[in-house]
Each structure stands twice: as C-alpha cells, then as structure tokens.
C-alpha cells in the first residue's frame, strides 16, 4: 500500500506544479466541480492579475463529499506534491490540520483572509486558535413556506406543527419538508436544533461531548415531528432534493432547506412559486435566536505545495470580492464577505439576501474537530429513523459513541 502511495505521488506531480516555459509558475486547485463556470472564472481572472507570475489550473473533485475528501486524504498522506490550493468542506478543516496536510495562516496573510469576512464562516477555518484556512463561500437554510396556505410564517417549531395540523385537519398540504435520511443533513438537523436551545454536541475545547438537556430537547422536537401530520411519509429517505421535489410537486407547507430551491421552484413551477415565500429558521424558544448550522467551502494550502507563497496570495485572490460576487450570482453561493450582502446585484437575484445574512451573523458551526466524520456518524446513525427516537436513551447513546470516538476506541457504527 505504501508503495502505491508513493507512486502515486510521483506521478501526480509530474502532472502539475511545474515551472512553465513562460517563466509562470502552475498551480493546482482542487475544488468541488461547479457546473456554473464561476470557479473557472475566477481561476483565470487571477491567472491574469497575477502578472504573469502563475497560472491555475481548476481540478475538478468527485461530486460527493465523501469521494472528495477520499481523494485528498490519499494525496496528501502519499505527499503528493501536485496539490497547492484546496476547497475543503467546512468540516475538514481541524482533520486536515492536526493531520499537519495544510499551513497555517499567519501575518499579513491572516489578517487580509480575515480583513471583512463573517465571523462564523471563520471559525470553520480555525483549530487551536490558529487559521488553517480562509472561508470561500458559505451557506444556510432557511423557513421556505407556501403564502396562500401561511399568511404569517411560524417563528418557533411549536407554532410550525400546530399550523401543519392544523392545515391536514383541512385536507390541505401540510408537510414539514426536511432532511431525515440517515446522512450528514440528519447530524446539521440535529446540531441546528441542539445549538438553537442553548447547547452544543462538544464542549468548547472539543475533548468530550456537552449534550445534555438541549441535546435532549432537540431529539424530542424530532421525534414530535416524525410522529405527527407534518411528516412526509418519506422522512427516513429524505435529502435536500427530494425536500425540494416534495416542495415543488404541491404535497407541503413548509421546507426547511437551503438557498437553491427559490430559482428551481421559480422554473419548475412558476403557478407555486407566486406564493413561495421565506422566513428565519424557526425557533426552539420564542425568546432565542435560531442558529442553523452553515455549510460551504474553505480554501487551504497543502503544505506539500512546492509553491506554497504563489498558493497562499492565488487563493486571497479566488475568493475575493469579485469572484465571490460571481460565485453568488452565477453559482448560488453565498458569499462569506459581509459588504457584499450590500451589493444591489445580489439583493437583485436573491430577494431573501438579508435573511441569509442575518442567518449566518447568528448561525451555528457543526463541531470543529479531527473526529468530526466519527461524531457525525454516530448522531446519524443514532437518530435515523426520526421516528424511533427515544430523547433521553438516544441522547445518552450519541454521547456515549463520540466520548469513544475522541478517545479513538470503540467501532463506530
């Protein structure tokens, strides 16, 4: 195996990193494919203001997170040093660092990746109190609801279930649309609603985990859901797609989810989309912000790279202002500059911008640690289906398998 590996990096690194006839220096960035073209937009915008200096070369990950990060654990732990700049989901950051794969951000270069940028987005970036990465896009969800069976939206989970009951008493589309498969979407639930009571699944230092009444309070508003008439009877199969779909066929109310589905609902049904509308997430406690838990992507220097000052000012330069404005207008990505929230182009397509923006100035991040991919398949696994959710027994459960899982012993399901 260790032989492969070797090779492997050897043979990337033929493929790329190398000085160009030209006297550029070629950089690989190794990102999520975006169908929208932005990316590679911005790859070529700071080509060019690089003065000659570098080019970058877009390199295109699986689609799936877990085909992404499979490919990049394995380069970096062959060294392969073809890798100057990668998109790292938001929770791969701590991983990858302690794993010493990627290079601190320091001085000058810190304070221009945190110069303007949200505050929560940087905390995915951060372990130890050290910037390992600078946030590229973000994202969150929001309260997506039908006007002409809601006239007023909901503010807490309470008055949300109460109105889906109340509409099925009517023979009305009722459904709560949200994401209930056994999959990270059910862990983002589950810490949305956790951190919106007052708590968090780890405690601040993240060496053991924190739970306790919010967490128990979390599992019981999901268990509430999945046994009343807000369920879709497809719950324990649902993703963010399939919540779009059910949205958009005319069977639900309400729809917990993120960004993309205001322009889909827009082409696919232009007769519902006159009274879809949005809100804030809703509440656990009336007087208690929601935080719902952000998404995105940050970018990170390997620390393999042969180029690692070309690749620190390249990847200040592919999420600045204006390739993060295009990513937001051509891609649908949230943007992680605050000024940007002010630009009339983006309040122009995204009518519920500020909405967002008020959403991630209160959001939640999910917890930062090496152990991440461990403590998110033990609430997922422990909480699916939604409907068997036991609060006190689950909750003691998911605690039980992560203290394992950050002292690394047991097997995790």
Not at 391 to 402: A, L
Request: glycine share 6%; aromatic share 8%; hydrophobic share 35%.
């Amino acid at each position: 195996m260790l032989l492969a590996l070797v090779v492997l990096a050897s043979t990337l690194a033929a493929c790329g990193g190398e000085q160009e006839g030209s006297g550029r220096t070629a950089l690989n960035w190794y990102n999520f494919p975006d169908d929208s073209g932005a990316l590679q937009k911005a790859a070529d915008r700071c080509g060019r203001a690089s003065g000659g200096r570098y080019r970058i070369s877009y390199n295109k990950l699986p689609r799936g997170a877990d085909g992404q990060r499979q490919q990049l654990v394995r380069r970096l732990a062959a060294q392969d040093e073809s890798i100057d700049i990668m998109g790292l989901d938001v929770t791969w950051p701590a991983e990858f660092a302690e794993a010493r794969w990627i290079r601190e951000w320091t001085g000058e270069r810190k304070r221009r990746a945190t110069a303007g940028t949200l505050r929560v987005p940087l905390r995915t970036a951060t372990w130890k109190n050290k910037l390992y990465a600078v946030p590229y896009n973000t994202n969150t969800q929001l309260l997506w609801y039908r006007k002409d069976l809601v006239p007023t939206p909901p503010r807490t989970w309470s008055e949300m279930l109460d109105m889906s009951r109340e509409l099925a008493r009517q023979g009305k589309p009722h459904y709560v649309e949200i994401q209930g498969a056994q999959y990270e979407g059910l862990t983002v639930w589950f810490n949305t609603l956790v951190n919106s009571a007052g708590g968090a699944i780890l405690n601040p230092s993240a060496t053991a985990p924190s739970l306790g009444p919010p967490a128990g309070r979390a599992a019981a508003l999901m268990r509430d859901l999945a046994d009343s008439p807000a369920a879709d009877p497809s719950l324990p199969n649902q993703m963010e797609d399939q919540n779009r779909l059910a949205m958009e066929s005319g069977v639900a109310a309400f729809e917990l989810n993120y960004p993309f589905v205001y322009p889909s609902m827009k082409e696919n049904n232009p007769r519902l989309f006159k009274d879809f509308r949005w809100a804030p997430y809703p509440r656990v406690d009336p007087g208690r912000p929601a935080r719902p838990t952000i998404g995105g992507i940050d970018l990170a220097v390997s620390s393999y790279s042969r180029h690692p000052d070309l690749a620190f000012e390249a990847a200040l330069c592919l999420r600045n202002r204006e390739n993060q404005l295009t990513a937001a207008l051509d891609g649908g990505l949230p943007p992680t500059l605050r000024t940007l929230y002010d630009e009339p182009a983006l309040e122009k397509q995204y009518p519920f911008s500020k909405e967002v923006l008020a959403a991630l100035q209160s959001a939640s991040v999910r917890p930062v640690t090496p152990a991440y991919q461990n403590v998110s398949i033990a609430v997922s696994h422990t909480l699916s289906p939604p409907s068997a959710i036991k609060p006190k027994s689950s909750v003691d459960t998911i605690g039980d398998q992560i203290d394992d899982a950050l002292r690394s012993e047991g097997v995790i399901p």
